[in-house]
């Protein structure tokens, strides 16, 4: 069997930036337990499989793994997936096209931009809005599965918190990039501190206000070991469950909110990722995650 595909940076306009996604085109033929054994192969923070959309009118349902699981909805295989089959598509051409990938979270609809010559962009409407899942948590624990004081754990308002907008997040403010570059995440701690969510142990997803980049709005680092994923330079899935804890903690008012959110600085990958949030009557009324994509890989998989 020979399958194709490509690799991809994403949420970055520079090669070798970002974080990397495996797009395996012809998917439809493997089972499970083949997917998840590419996945592994790949050791990527995900790897996507391309299958025919059970509704026709549908771009294509993809199946998203991490080395060690499958995900009902991620963010970076999205824009990279959307990005990807756009350019399949519609080689060295310039065009804006919107496209709805089957996720096993629902149907996900992705507007695409095309520029010849330039990084492509994608940007997908949240399939869900992220909601808090009200667990107890213990701070001395997660300050120190980090390696922090209790005091750097917070910021203003912000406080951890459990959110999910289909994966769920242990969000962890703390109190500055100083504090985000400085941590050492302890998995052995991590699980033993942190609950489990439908099953699975939740990621942490540290944040903090500002950026080595002068333009973000926030600085992120996420770490997932139960996924396989030691360190991930980019999360568009914790961003959207991020986009709960910013407005239940910082109130936003009514109107439309840009943020630009770095994350992967720590592994020489620099990341951005763009998240709209509309806010009606305090609640969010919509969301969306975008940013950019650039192919580094194409070749056949020999199985």
């Known amino acids: 069997m020979a399958l194709s595909y490509s690799v991809y940076d994403v949420f970055t306009d520079t090669k070798l930036a970002g974080n990397p996604l495996a797009v395996i085109f012809d998917g439809g033929g493997l089972g499970d337990e083949a997917m998840q054994a590419i996945a592994r192969e790949t050791n990527l923070s995900e790897t996507v499989f391309v299958q025919p959309a059970d509704n026709p009118a549908y771009t294509a349902r993809i199946r998203i793994f991490t080395p060690g699981r499958e995900l ?58 992220s909601q808090q ?61 942190v609950p489990f969510v439908d099953g699975a142990l939740a990621s942490a997803y540290i944040y903090c206000r500002g950026g080595v980049n002068h333009v973000a709005k926030f600085h992120a680092r996420m770490f997932a070991s139960g996924m396989g994923i030691s360190e991930d330079p980019a999360t568009g899935s914790a961003a959207a469950a991020l986009s709960g804890a910013i407005n239940h903690f910082d109130r936003l008012t009514d109107g439309h909110h840009p943020i630009l959110i770095e994350q992967g600085v720590e592994m020489g990958r620099p990341s951005f990722i763009h998240l709209h949030m509309d ?17 580094i890989a194409t070749g056949t998989l020999d199985l």
């Open 133 to 193: 899942i009200p667990l107890p948590l213990d701070r001395l624990g997660i300050a120190d599965a980090l390696s922090l004081k209790t005091t750097e754990i917070g910021f203003e308002n912000h406080v951890p918190s459990i959110w999910s907008a289909g994966v769920p997040f242990l969000m962890v403010p703390v109190h500055d990039v100083g504090a985000a570059e400085r941590l050492e995440f302890d998995p052995q701690l991590w699980e033993k501190t």
């Open 279 to 295: 806010i009606e009557g305090g609640t969010i009324s919509n969301a969306r995650i975008g940013g950019q994509a650039v192919r």
């Open 72 to 129: 009902p909805f991620a963010g970076h295989p999205t824009v990279g997936t959307a990005i990807a089959l756009a350019e399949r598509a519609h080689e060295a051409a310039t065009l804006d096209l919107v496209s709805v990938l089957e996720e096993n979270v629902g149907p996900v609809r992705c507007a695409v931009r095309l520029r010849d010559g330039e990084a492509s962009f994608a940007e997908f409407d949240l399939p869900r809005k």
